[in-house]
């Protein structure tokens, strides 16, 4: 089926060019979400007379899409989940995880913009492309962790934490917390000597 985009769709062309589709995608998205028009003469005259106004409107919401880009490319959400030692999760991340995710840390977005292949079903760090308008796209990554401690030390070394990993990044940070209670310790041991030395305590009869 031949078909006329009212926006760049990607992998097919840019708006205004005339292109082959297979009729079921053109049916079932194409059309519907309004993404294009049959290629008949009637409605390749109508878009000429509309093109121009068609083009300021795609360049508006363009605009609106960068200003959301600034805000919302490199952006790392954490999302908390169960998971076997393997790093295999009990259930799933999906879009509309992410799209929550997103929305909750201040940015909002549509499921919908939130492109995936699959869901996820692995601990780790996963970067997820955000369609905000046909020409705007960025990238966000979806820190899948069991715990926050988790999620920390994988945004730190950027790859899902093994079971013995996260089990040496809980001993390191044990051994640093003990280490400044010693610390304290010693420095109070320290000013109750010095206060000691310059108030000797009275010798009883």
Do not use: C, W
């Not at 028009?37 to 300021?56: G, I, V, Y």
Request: charged share 30%; glycine share 6%.
């Amino acid at each position: 089926m031949e078909i006329i985009l009212l926006e760049r769709i990607e992998k097919l062309g840019q708006m205004g060019d005339v292109v082959k589709v297979r009729p079921g995608y053109a049916r079932n998205f194409l059309l519907p979400q309004k993404k294009a028009m049959r290629a008949t003469k009637q409605n390749m005259a109508h878009f000429e007379n509309q093109r121009a106004e068609l083009e300021a409107e795609n360049l508006e919401r363009r605009k609106d899409a960068e200003a959301v880009a600034e805000k919302l490319d490199g952006m790392g959400v954490v999302l908390i989940r169960q998971a076997g030692e393997s790093g295999q999760l009990y259930g799933s991340v999906s879009a509309r995880d992410i799209a929550e995710a997103v929305t909750e840390k201040g940015v909002t977005i549509a499921r919908r913009q939130v492109s995936m292949d699959n869901v996820i079903k692995t601990l780790g760090m996963h970067p997820i492309k955000v369609v905000l308008h046909p020409e705007v796209t960025v990238s966000v990554t979806a820190n899948v962790a069991r715990s926050e401690d988790e999620a920390e030390t994988q945004a730190k070394i950027g790859r899902m934490v093994s079971a013995e990993e996260l089990r040496e990044a809980e001993a390191a940070a044990d051994a640093e917390l003990e280490s400044v209670v010693e610390a304290i310790d010693s420095e109070e041991e320290a000013e109750l000597s010095a206060d000691e030395a310059e108030n000797p305590a009275e010798e009883t009869v």
